[in-house]
T-cell receptor, first 109, second 114 residues
Framework: GQSLEQPSEVTAVEGAIVQINCTYQ??????LSWYQQHDGGAPTFLSY????GLEETGRFSSFLSRSDSYGYLLLQELQMKDSASYFC??????????FGTGTRLTVIP | DADVTQTPRNRITKTGKRIMLECSQT?????MYWYRQDPGLGLRLIYY???????NKGEISDGYSVSRQAQAKFSLSLESAIPNQTALYFC?????????????FGEGSRLTVL
């Protein structure tokens, strides 16, 4: 089975940097994805790590350590519009995704 | 127009009723999925399909059934709805050629079972 843990809530100040951690236990692992979901909206894809290391996409970066079964999403230069829920998800060999319970990020002025 | 379209967007029904949620996509993807989202529980996989002749159970398939009528259409049925099936349901697609963990989600169907 799959098990993912991430903090339920994080609050950060506009313009700051925030890191959202994700630890996982899985029977088959092919990669870690991150999704953003605004209230009432659909999840949207942010990033994917199949190998150890850091992937950068604009203000967002994602890190993976397969040996530690750990990853994080780093959001820089926070903006009010970044207030949303963020989900990590592990990809298994069948290309299915199993999601964590989500971290609600609140950005304050 | 949205690439992944779900209907209905909102539905209120009574216990014991049969409900069908429909999903259609114009992305040309072969893989389609149904997820359920409950507050505090994230998204859980109900069923997935890799092509028209392929249907697979996910984590929480009990009480649900699906039909893949065409490559572009994947419907989810609740044969006899019960209140704990009240949730937000998402359809998603992916391209088998892209091993990036990227799913494309519809806007969701909010179902309330009274």
């Amino acid at each position: 089975g799959q098990s993912l843990e991430q903090p339920s809530e994080v609050t950060a100040v506009e313009g700051a940097i925030v890191q959202i951690n994700c630890t996982y236990q899985t029977s088959g692992f092919y990669g870690l994805s991150w999704y953003q979901q605004h209230d009432g909206g659909a999840p949207t894809f942010l990033s994917y790590n199949a190998l150890d290391g850091l992937e950068e996409t604009g203000r967002f970066s994602s890190f993976l350590s397969r040996s530690d079964s750990y990853g994080y999403l780093l959001l820089q230069e926070l903006q009010m519009k970044d207030s949303a829920s963020y989900f990590c998800a592990v990809r298994d060999g069948a290309n299915n995704l199993f999601f964590g319970t989500g971290t609600r990020l609140t950005v304050i002025p | 127009d949205a690439d992944v379209t779900q209907t209905p967007r909102n539905r209120i029904t009574k216990t014991g009723k049969r409900i069908m949620l429909e999903c259609s996509q114009t992305k040309g993807h072969d893989r389609m999925y149904w997820y359920r989202q409950d507050p505090g529980l994230g998204l859980r996989l109900i069923y997935y399909s890799f092509d028209v002749k392929d249907i697979n159970k996910g984590e929480i398939s009990d009480g649900y059934s699906v039909s893949r009528q065409a490559q572009a259409k994947f419907s989810l049925s609740l044969e006899s709805a019960i209140p704990n099936q009240t949730a937000l349901y998402f359809c998603a697609t992916s391209d088998y050629r892209a091993h990036t963990g990227e799913l494309f989600f519809g806007e969701g169907s909010r179902l309330t079972v009274l």
